[in-house]
Structures are given as structure tokens and as C-alpha cells.
């Protein structure tokens, strides 16, 4: 894992333009991309009445602790998980090393479409992120200073 | 372009389809449009039973890859096709033109290829 | 891991407040969630059992204006100091960029201050991280317990890593010292960042 990430407005773009086109796909209400420590990379789709900076925190922790249960059982991670509601529904699934993305739905859509056009975009998703995480440390955008 | 369940949907107003699904090759719905008398999930089931038999039988034969299955019922007929992203399901009543049911099939098949090339 | 995301110009930093079973973590954070308004923090996430102690961790976001032409946001967790809940601490040092050691100043305690500290620096290694690279400050806190251990002690046990690190006394529940350590913390840690950050010069 590098110490720093950048992400720059046109991978930003890109990264937005992936969730959205999963959204319009899958039917899914809403997306949320994530890394492993449940720092927030993007969000769309619906978000009213939700928290999306907390429900990533809290998978990033559901998702940690299914890789040690994985591991538990001689499993290296499970890559996918799935939480069904009664009403909306909750998909996670790996991006790359570092990544997950969490998709919310309803029942509009079926769990196995959206799980069909996420493994799309988590595709795509990676290749951007890869590159994020490959750039050196240093600001490619200028100097950062400290408010004083 | 056509979505997923777009097909799927076009496929059950077809004359004589009851009803009409994609089923992830592990059993999962992607996408149906059944009549209420038949639950996705036993459909989807017997789909992926009935479609992993089917692909295993072919090869063990040496017929090649598959390319659809129809059942017939006394009471009306399965229509199934591989789409690599899971097998199409089309239910048909009896009276329905298998001809024109296949024909059908197998363009939705091209289509879902199509739009879901390298998601399997 | 810090973020610097320019298209939102906002820069991201995770501080972990670490330390043995009942010395105040969550404490902290309870003080800090009360005292600073809403527009600065969202609500606190508290995963705890039903005996108030935390089982996974407590998470609460501060946004600040710290950097120029950025909006700062600092993601403050709590990990459970239990010592059979190790699985989930470790899981929350994940991508850390700045700790708090809150220390519990009683002197029957001293012991467990020592161990939490040992197992975070264990913990740490499994990430590839060593102490030394890690921006951290310690908190001794209860001062006001009639048997509280000297400073001066606590530094010995506590304070002996190759760089000696800036100590903070508190009473966590009072609010005594919190935002001094948390201003502490937060500043190491962008220190950190931006010097990393800026262009090597020549």
C-alpha cells in the first residue's frame, strides 16, 4: 500500500463515470467506492437519508472481518458478500488489492444482475486505481501548505 | 442500446411465452419476467440444473458446443439457450410456434452476448 | 494512508487512538463529538457491546480548514483495548496515518499500558509499518486518580522509542487535555504529509 494517495480531478471523472454507468446497468440506487480503510473515493446515485462516509467505514470493517473469517477457513478472502434486506439490499465486493465497492438496491433489480455489472466495473475500477497507487509520492499538482 | 432486462422483458411478450428469465450459471437470477404461478427460484434452479446437465451431456457425447434445449411438458415447453453470461429461460404454452420461439432465443442469446461480453 | 483528492480538494487522514481496555479511547472521542460543532464532525459510530465496552470500534469525522485551499478531514477511530480482541484492533490500524497512545494512569495498570503498547507496535508490523515512521503522541490519562502513576514514570515505561515523543496529561472525562492532544496528533500528521508531499529541492 502506498503512504499517500492522489487522486486528480480527471480520474476522479473517470472513477464517477464508472459507478454511474453500473447504476444505469444494474438498476442498482446507489454505489460507493472505498478503499480497505474506509476512505470514501466516490459516491452516486441516491444518497438522501444515507451516510455514505459512514456506511464505507462500516464495510471496510464488515469486509475486514470476513477476510479473517476467510482465512479462518483456509479461504484467501471472499471476494463478494451480500446482505439482503427486506426492502433494499447491499452488495460488496473487492476492487483490486485495496478497494471494495458497495452497491445498495432495491427490489427493482435482481442480486444476480447487479452482481453481473459489478464485476464490470470492478474491472475497470482497479485499472484506474492501479495507476492511482503506482504514482510516486509527490503532489502532482503543487505545493500543499499548512494553515497557520 | 437494449438493456439486460430489456431483453429479457421482450423476449416473454413474444406470442405464446408464458414467461421468460436469465439465470446466472450458479443458479442466481440476473433477470425474469415469469407469471406469478411459477417462483423465480425454483425456476432459476432447475434452469442451472437442468443447463450445466445439459453442457456436460454434449461434451461427454461429443455434440459440440451447446446450443438449446427444449423440454416438452403436457402441459406447455421449455426453451433454453447458453448466453455465456447463464442460460435463457423461455416458458411456452403448448400451442406456441417453436419455430418462431427458437428463432427468438436465439437472437436474444446473440444480443445478451453482445452486451455482456467478458462479464463472464 | 492519506488521500489528497483535487478534484474535491479535500485531503484525508485516519488517527488511531489506541491503548489498554478501559483507559479513556472512546472517552476521548465522546468529549470531542460534544464539544465541536455539527458542521464540523458527523455523527459518532460507536460498535460496542452491551457493557459499554468497545467491540470493533468507534469512528467519528472531523472536517477542518488546517490546509489551505483544501477541506481537511481527519477520520478518528477507537480500537477495543480488550486483549482477546486483538483480530478486530489490528483490522482498524489498517492505513492509519497518526496514533494516539491513551495510557491509564493508575498504578496497577502500568503493566497493561506496557503491554498495549508492545502489541501496537506488533500490530503495526504486520502492515510493513515501524513506530518510528509513524507520527504518534502519547496521552497519560485518570490525573486525577489519588494513586496516579508519576509522569515521569509513565514516560520511562511508555516514552523510549529511539525519538522521545510529546506527552499530554488528561482527564478525559472533564475534557482536560483532549483537544491538546488531538491538535498535537493532527498537526504531526499533516507535518508529515506535506513533507512528503512537497517537491525535493535540489
Redesign the interface.
Known sequence: MPRHRFITPDEQKQLDAILRELLKNSDAKTAILLDHGGFLMSTQGFTEHIDPQTIAVLAAGAFSTTRELAKMIGEEEFTVMFHQGRRDHIHLSAVGKDALLVIIFENTTTVGMVRLFAREASKKLASILLMINERKSEAPMGNIKLQQ | MASVKDVVERLSRVKGVVGSILVAKDGLVVASNLSVQVQDEIVAAMVSAVGTTAVKATEMMEQGELRNIIIEGRNGKLFLADADVGYLGVLTSLEANMGLIRLELMEATETLRKLTSGLA | ????????RE??C?IVYYGPGLSGKTTNLLFIHKKVPAKHR??M?S?ATDGDRTL??D?L?LVT??????STKF?LYTVPGQVFYN??RK?VL???DGIVFVGDSAWNRMNDNHESFVNMKENLSE?GLIIEEVPYVLQFNKRDLPDAAPVEYMNHLLNREKQRVPHFESIAIRGVGVFETLNAIS?MV??K??S?????KE
Open positions: 494512508m492519506s488521500t489528497v483528492n483535487f478534484a474535491t485531503i484525508t485516519k458527523s455523527d459510530v460498535l470493533f470500534f469512528f469525522p480548514n488546517a490546509v489551505k485551499g483544501f477520520q483480530a478486530t483490522l489498517q492505513g492509519v502492515y498537526r499533516l507535518v504529509l506535506i512528503e508531499l512537497s517537491p525535493k
